[in-house]
């Protein structure tokens, strides 16, 4: 009797739920194709279900939102999955706007929730007072005294590789897959630098390490250019997740061992740091104290610290958080930064054999940061390198209320109306240009698509427009969300440079029609007759003759 009067009450509360969340939703979604942003010009899409993403990531190159900045001005609309737009500018001004108001426009909601249930909530995926305390808190491991201190092991693992290609090349030149060697060497340098964990992924045996092994799940990527409707519809409604799916499951299975694995480090590390203190009879760990070689050793003794204010500390889920976050960032982009040096490189034996000159004039296979620094040719390789394959393409923020953006410019809308300004509504998604704006003929003039590293003797006036922390290049962004791990990239790329360009020559491996690009937000190379074996840069690698 009793379930029966319950039964019908739970379905009709369930029922009611349901439909007022999905009227909720669609309300959303109306909202985001109706609003402002529906008068401003754009390319036309191919798909009421992809919009225009189908066509950005099967379009050959990554020069599709180039050709629409040039098509319909420094202000136009795409649309992602189910025609919602998404706003692009290649204005400085509104770039600047967008990019300082951290609090104005955050990263999309939906893919917050889902790196947070998969990775924890790190430094980059945090937002408002957290991110400010963490930030606060992670900073000095990222100053210059601490990359400085860092630099011996970027020397170190760059040097593994180099003896590591030494082996691969014994018997004369071979092509080998540099992407793959150079992310296994990030890998192991941010394990080190970053946790004083060595993943050892880097290895003559080829012995797979567990955290190395799960990271590579979470992340295996295909340049296939499929996308995922399923994935999309996930983020808008996480109950979907429980319907049976491989790849979930992957991502579910990588996910737990890095947890496990984290939990490990920090328990380890928190008990060594303490036995440490008393071994040395101390009355535990103050601010003084808070030095460390790596970051992991910096966040637990800021944690246990007795004179740091409780508000000041993170929590051990925080500092858990921190793992796969510097993973990702301190990893898989500065192996790409490394890959595209290669590729620009082997097609241009004179600048490839100009830099070599420069390294090998310094008289140690070990240098310091400031010896890095010293070598002028070398930066303008990276800054190069930087502006014309920039891994990250473009980020999207997400407008968290109603906005006005400035212009410096007016553009002209698609009914013929001027505009002075862009009206965004709240959850408007906005695309940050970072490689259309490094490629822009306009600020970089008719040359803006060579590589050409001797540009930087004399940069163009007009890129100090450009909102940047570094370079004047959007490539580390700016403002509050700016990469607050600039320095300790910059110093590892130049690192694994300086080590491999003076050990080796490298030349492409096959025609260069069968390198492929596509569009995506993450730059990577494959090779067009084997798309199934992922992103990948076959080169021919061989020993420098005068390198001895």
Same mark, same amino acid.
């Given at each position: 009797?009793?379930?029966?009067?319950?039964? =019908?009450?739970?379905?009709?509360?369930?029922?009611?739920?349901?439909?007022?969340?999905?009227?909720?939703?669609?309300?959303?979604?109306?909202?985001?194709?109706?609003?402002?942003?529906?008068?401003?010009?754009?390319? $036309?899409?191919?798909?009421?279900?992809?919009?225009?993403?189908?066509?950005?990531?099967?379009?050959?190159?990554?020069?599709?939102?180039?050709?629409?900045?040039?098509?319909?001005?420094?202000?136009?609309?795409?649309?992602?999955?189910? !025609?919602?737009?998404?706003?692009?500018?290649?204005?400085?001004?509104?770039?600047?706007?967008?990019?300082?108001?951290?609090?104005?426009?955050?990263? $999309?909601?939906?893919?917050?929730?889902?790196?947070?249930?998969?990775?924890?909530?790190?430094?980059?995926?945090?937002?408002?007072?957290?991110?400010?305390?963490?930030?606060?808190?992670?900073?000095?491991? /990222?100053?210059?005294?601490?990359?400085?201190?860092?630099?011996?092991?970027?020397?170190?693992?760059?040097?593994?590789?180099? +003896?590591?290609?030494?082996?691969?090349?014994?018997?004369?030149?071979?092509?080998?897959?540099?992407?793959?060697?150079?992310?296994?060497?990030?890998?192991?340098?941010?394990?080190?630098?970053?946790?004083?964990?060595?993943?050892?992924?880097?290895?003559?045996?080829?012995?797979?390490?567990?955290?190395?092994?799960?990271?590579?799940?979470?992340?295996?990527?295909?340049?296939?250019?499929?996308?995922?409707?399923?994935?999309?519809?996930?983020?808008? /409604?996480?109950?979907?997740?429980?319907?049976?799916?491989?790849?979930?499951?992957?991502?579910?299975?990588?996910?737990?061992?890095?947890?496990?694995?984290?939990?490990?480090?920090?328990?380890?590390?928190?008990?060594?740091?303490?036995?440490?203190?008393?071994? %040395? +009879?101390?009355?535990?760990?103050?601010?003084?104290?808070?030095?460390?070689?790596?970051?992991?050793?910096?966040?637990?003794?800021?944690?246990?610290?007795?004179?740091? $204010?409780?508000?000041?500390?993170?929590?051990?889920?925080?500092?858990?958080? %921190?793992?796969?976050? /510097?993973?990702?960032?301190?990893?898989?982009?500065?192996?790409?930064?490394?890959?595209?040096?290669?590729?620009?490189?082997?097609?241009?034996?004179?600048?490839?054999?100009?830099?070599?000159?420069?390294?090998?004039?310094?008289?140690? +296979?070990?240098?310091? !940061?400031?010896?890095?620094?010293?070598?002028?040719?070398?930066?303008?390789?990276?800054?190069?390198?930087?502006?014309?394959?920039?891994?990250?393409?473009?980020?999207?923020?997400?407008?968290?209320? +109603?906005?006005?953006?400035?212009?410096?410019?007016?553009?002209?809308?698609?009914?013929?109306?001027?505009?002075?300004?862009?009206?965004?509504?709240?959850?408007?998604?906005?695309?940050?240009?970072?490689?259309?704006?490094?490629?822009?003929?306009?600020?970089?003039?008719?040359?803006?698509?060579?590589?050409?590293?001797?540009?930087?003797?004399?940069? $163009?006036?007009?890129?100090?427009?450009? =909102?940047?922390?570094?370079?004047?290049?959007?490539?580390?962004?700016?403002? =509050?969300?700016?990469?607050?791990?600039?320095?300790?990239?910059?110093?590892?790329?130049?690192?694994?440079?300086?080590?491999?360009?003076?050990?080796?020559?490298?030349?492409?491996?096959? =025609?260069?029609?069968?390198?492929?690009?596509?569009?995506? %937000?993450?730059?990577?190379?494959?090779?067009?007759?084997?798309?199934?074996?992922?992103?990948?840069?076959?080169?021919?690698?061989?020993?420098?003759?005068?390198?001895?």
């Amino acid at each position: 009797m009793t379930l029966s009067l319950i039964c =019908p009450d739970l379905l009709s509360v369930l029922f009611t739920t349901t439909a007022a969340y999905l009227i909720w939703r669609i309300h959303k979604f109306l909202a985001f194709v109706y609003g402002p942003l529906r008068v401003l010009p754009g390319p $036309p899409s191919s798909s009421w279900v992809y919009g225009n993403l189908k066509e950005m990531l099967e379009t050959e190159g990554t020069t599709l939102p180039d050709k629409w900045f040039e098509q319909y001005g420094k202000v136009y609309v795409d649309h992602e999955f189910l !025609m919602t737009p998404r706003l692009w500018t290649l204005d400085p001004i509104a770039l600047n706007h967008i990019l300082t108001r951290e609090s104005d426009y955050g990263r $999309p909601e939906v893919n917050l929730k889902e790196v947070a249930k998969t990775l924890g909530k790190g430094i980059i995926f945090v937002r408002g007072e957290k991110h400010r305390q963490q930030r606060r808190i992670l900073n000095p491991a /990222f100053g210059p005294a601490q990359v400085r201190g860092l630099t011996e092991i970027f020397v170190r693992k760059s040097n593994e590789l180099r +003896d590591y290609w030494m082996h691969a090349t014994s018997g004369g030149p071979t092509a080998i897959n540099v992407t793959a060697d150079l992310s296994k060497t990030t890998l192991d340098i941010i394990g080190l630098a970053g946790f004083g964990y060595n993943f050892n992924a880097l290895n003559l045996e080829g012995n797979p390490n567990e955290l190395s092994v799960a990271f590579g799940k979470l992340f295996m990527g295909s340049s296939t250019g499929q996308i995922s409707v399923l994935g999309y519809l996930i983020s808008l /409604f996480p109950f979907l997740a429980l319907l049976p799916n491989k790849r979930l499951k992957e991502v579910a299975s990588a996910s737990a061992t890095i947890r496990r694995v984290g939990m490990q480090l920090v328990a380890e590390r928190k008990a060594a740091i303490l036995r440490e203190a008393s071994e %040395q +009879d101390k009355d535990g760990i103050e601010r003084k104290d808070l030095v460390g070689r790596d970051l992991l050793t910096l966040l637990i003794k800021a944690n246990v610290a007795k004179d740091v $204010p409780e508000g000041q500390r993170l929590s051990d889920a925080d500092v858990l958080g %921190q793992i796969p976050t /510097f993973l990702i960032a301190g990893h898989e982009t500065t192996a790409t930064a490394s890959t595209w040096t290669l590729y620009a490189l082997s097609q241009r034996p004179a600048i490839q054999q100009k830099l070599r000159e420069e390294l090998l004039s310094v008289d140690t +296979d070990t240098p310091t !940061m400031d010896e890095l620094n010293a070598l002028p040719y070398l930066d303008a390789v990276v800054r190069e390198t930087l502006r014309l394959h920039s891994p990250i393409t473009f980020i999207v923020r997400e407008a968290k209320k +109603d906005d006005v953006i400035p212009l410096s410019e007016p553009f002209t809308d698609r009914y013929g109306r001027v505009h002075k300004e862009i009206r965004v509504a709240e959850g408007n998604k906005v695309a940050v240009p970072i490689l259309a704006m490094h490629r822009s003929k306009e600020i970089w003039g008719e040359d803006a698509m060579d590589f050409k590293p001797e540009r930087w003797e004399q940069p $163009p006036e007009e890129i100090s427009a450009i =909102p940047s922390v570094w370079s004047h290049l959007l490539t580390f962004i700016s403002g =509050p969300r700016a990469c607050i791990g600039y320095r300790f990239s910059l110093i590892e790329l130049k690192a694994i440079l300086f080590s491999i360009v003076r050990g080796f020559e490298f030349e492409m491996a096959m =025609p260069l029609e069968e390198y492929q690009i596509k569009t995506a %937000q993450l730059q990577r190379p494959s090779v067009r007759s084997a798309p199934e074996k992922g992103w990948q840069l076959p080169l021919l690698v061989k020993p420098y003759k005068g390198a001895a």
